[in-house]
């Protein structure tokens, strides 16, 4: 039986903490419609509930309950097992503010962050409620060098471990997983 994805982009229902990490500010203007739609995870810091996945996809829709449908999807290139978790999100602190706290688990929230975000909501960087969790997030499955290096530069500002950064595989062996 696979191991189930305990959830991409900040899970974290353990921890059940939706705060920003300490020194940081989420994005004001957020629009969560426009962030609605597919994320291609670009790299992350690693935890268990993400250990050997790539292939690794973020989809947000509106659930008809108004709160947010989160399904993260992963794939174990060595074995083939694709995981997944599906999870709800709902909006977190002032309005217009990007933040938003995730649940896999009941009612254990984890926050999630967002920190940098492209003017056309091109990318992203997120972060949970510490600095042990990163990610840099875009809507294709590559993103520009020259962006993947500020976005690192802006984490390592920011006092995240980006020397730890994993880039995600996205390329032709997630074809087939597609």
Request: charged share 25%.
């Amino acid at each position: 039986m696979p191991r189930p994805l305990l959830g991409l982009l900040i899970a974290l229902p353990l921890v059940g903490c939706t705060g920003l990490p300490k020194g940081t500010q989420a994005v004001s203007g957020f629009d969560l419609e426009h962030y609605l739609g597919s994320w291609y995870e670009i790299a992350r810091l690693d935890h268990r509930f993400e250990r050997g996945l790539d292939c690794v996809t973020a989809d947000y829709s509106r659930r008809e309950d108004g709160q947010i449908r989160v399904l993260n999807r992963g794939v174990d290139l060595d074995t083939g097992a694709v995981n997944e978790a599906e999870g709800r999100a709902r909006p977190a602190g002032n309005d217009g503010e990007g933040r938003l706290k995730v649940s896999f688990f009941g009612p254990f929230y984890g926050g999630y962050n967002v920190l940098a975000l492209d003017d056309d909501y091109q990318w992203s960087l997120v972060a949970g409620p510490s600095r042990d969790y990163l990610w840099i997030l875009a809507r294709t499955p590559t993103l520009e060098a020259a962006t993947y290096a500020a976005l690192v530069d802006e984490a390592n500002a920011l006092g995240f471990p980006v020397e730890a950064l994993i880039e995600v595989e996205q390329g032709d062996a997630c074809a087939p997983f597609r």
